[in-house]
């Protein structure tokens, strides 16, 4: 394929970093979004460059506006109109029940898994749409199978966040379908990642995988071979899809 130009946020780690690395072999440019470890990003963007792939890291926190544009000012620079989006940043908390939570935590969920997809994926649209002069374009929210199960003692406030992210796919999906932008979500289940270990629960994959069907987590290259593949043309009519990717859980 011609040289892409995508972004990934939450790349330096996870399903993000899997991502990058995927996308810069199947010849995409990719920039490399992270919020406080910039050693992560360097690394990443050190495997893609090694590899013979472009990359760049740039620093954001989707939650802030300001930083949010300025990231996208400093890809343009760099890289060159927008091709590609990947909503990958988000985070979850420790486990408890609604009764528990405070609204700083529900806050804080909601600035960074909503409130900073809406913003990225705003600013992806003005470059990527006809409407605005651009050629096109694919964007692939990360959501979470959460959004289906409820994650109930858990984390309900993080099910809540995907559940506005899979209802935030489907609209925006048809709003530019026909400016030459195709909008997809992937759901992963329970998938190896550090994400368990910062909600509290570094050892909750080996807990809950016998309850799995496919009796396994999932690995985040497992996750980052759908993204990719959402992102090509070989997905050309596919838009507004909610892919679970989750052993059948």
Request: glycine content about 10%; proline content about 2%.
């Amino acid at each position: 394929m011609t040289e892409k130009v995508l972004l990934v946020t939450g790349g330096s780690r996870g399903i993000g970093a899997a991502t990058c690395r995927l996308a810069a072999k199947a010849g995409w440019a990719v920039a490399v979004n992270y919020t406080a470890n910039s050693l992560a990003a360097d690394e990443v963007v050190r495997a893609i460059r090694a590899d013979g792939g472009r990359a760049m890291a740039v620093q954001a926190d989707v939650a802030d506006e300001a930083q949010v544009l300025r990231m996208f000012e400093q890809v343009d620079a760099k890289f060159g109109r927008l091709a590609g989006l990947v909503n990958n940043a988000g985070v979850v908390d420790q486990r408890a029940r609604l009764d528990e939570m405070d609204m700083a935590r529900w806050r804080r969920m909601f600035d960074i898994n909503v409130i900073g997809s809406l913003l990225c994926a705003r600013e992806a649209v003005r470059r990527m749409s006809t409407k605005h002069g651009g050629t096109g374009g694919a964007i692939v929210n990360v959501s979470s199978a959460a959004s289906r199960l409820g994650s109930p003692g858990e984390y309900v406030d993080y099910a809540a966040s995907k559940g506005a992210i899979d209802t935030f796919t489907v609209g925006l999906a048809k709003e530019v379908a026909n400016e030459g932008i195709r909008v997809n979500a992937v759901r992963p289940g329970l998938i190896d990642t550090e994400i368990h270990a910062s909600g509290g629960r570094p050892e909750r994959l080996r807990e809950l995988a016998p309850l799995i069907p496919m009796q396994r987590g999932g690995t985040a290259d497992e996750v980052a071979q759908l993204i990719v593949w959402l992102l090509s043309d070989a997905a050309s009519y596919t838009t507004m899809s909610l892919v679970d990717v989750s052993g059948a859980r």
